[in-house]
């Protein structure tokens, strides 16, 4: 069974820096292809693709958020880190953790529930 | 980066009907194009990966097409539990964007 979860702050305040924990089990980061992303979803609006690590620590982030995120991996503890900086009101959203099981095609078949997390001072 | 949008971005339908929902990208992606399902406080739930391949459990009422920029999802005849918003996504080339979404609603 292929689960995973979210957690970090549901409240952090403007310029602070956001870390969120996807902490997952039923697979490996190690096997070849898989791979752990980042999407997040603000209130009533669409998906936003973020951030992915795959099983061999390449990354890949979105061009607009890079310069403000870093994502990292630790296999051992079957987590993903991320970190975004300099948060902002409208980056409150609900970020999901996912499970890519294709290498360099990012599908995302599992997900996480979602963390809420509101950018307020 | 490759734009991602769908049409309608709403639609009203009765169960039982035949709906096709598209989605079009900025520019080609061969067929790396991916559908979810999400239901209002719920996680988006994968459809159809590469275009054409359906998800592991997913009803067979659902189908996809399409290749380069243009593409469908149709489902061939709504239950109740298709009522939700339907997201395309682009695996082609990072950000792997989404659509905005397409709501689909009881007529």
């Known amino acids: 069974q292929i689960t995973l979860k979210e957690s970090g702050p549901t409240l952090v305040k403007p310029t602070q820096t956001l870390t969120l924990t996807c902490t997952f089990s039923?697979?490996?980061?190690?096997?070849?292809?898989?791979?752990v992303g980042w999407i997040r979803q603000p209130p009533g609006k669409a998906l936003e693709w973020l951030a992915l690590?795959?099983?061999?620590?390449?990354?890949r982030y979105s061009p607009s958020l890079k310069s403000r995120l870093t994502i990292t991996k630790d296999t051992s503890k079957n987590q993903v880190v991320l970190t975004m900086t300099n948060m902002d009101p409208v980056d409150t959203a609900t970020y999901y953790c996912?499970?890519?099981?294709?290498?360099?095609?990012?599908?995302?078949?599992?997900w996480g529930q979602g963390t809420l997390v509101t950018v307020s001072s | 980066d490759i734009q991602m949008t769908q049409s309608p971005s709403s639609l009203s339908a009765s169960v039982g009907d035949r709906v096709t929902i598209t989605c079009r990208a900025s520019?080609?992606?061969?067929?790396?194009l991916n559908w979810y399902q999400q239901k209002p406080g719920k996680v988006p739930k994968l459809l159809m990966y590469?275009?054409?391949s359906l998800q592991s459990g997913v009803p067979s009422r659902f189908s996809g097409s399409g290749s380069g920029t243009d593409f469908t999802l149709t489902i061939s005849s709504l239950q109740a539990e298709d009522f939700a918003t339907y997201y395309c996504?682009?695996?082609?080339?990072?950000?792997?964007?989404f659509g905005q979404g397409t709501k689909l609603e009881i007529k």
């Open positions: 590469t275009a054409s």
């Open positions: 996504q682009q695996s082609y080339s990072t950000p792997y964007s």
């Open positions: 996912a499970r890519s099981p294709r290498w360099l095609q990012p599908d995302y078949d599992y």
């Open positions: 690590i795959y099983w061999d620590g390449d990354k």
């Open positions: 520019q080609s992606i061969s067929n790396y």
């Open positions: 039923g697979f490996s980061l190690s096997t070849s292809g898989v791979g």
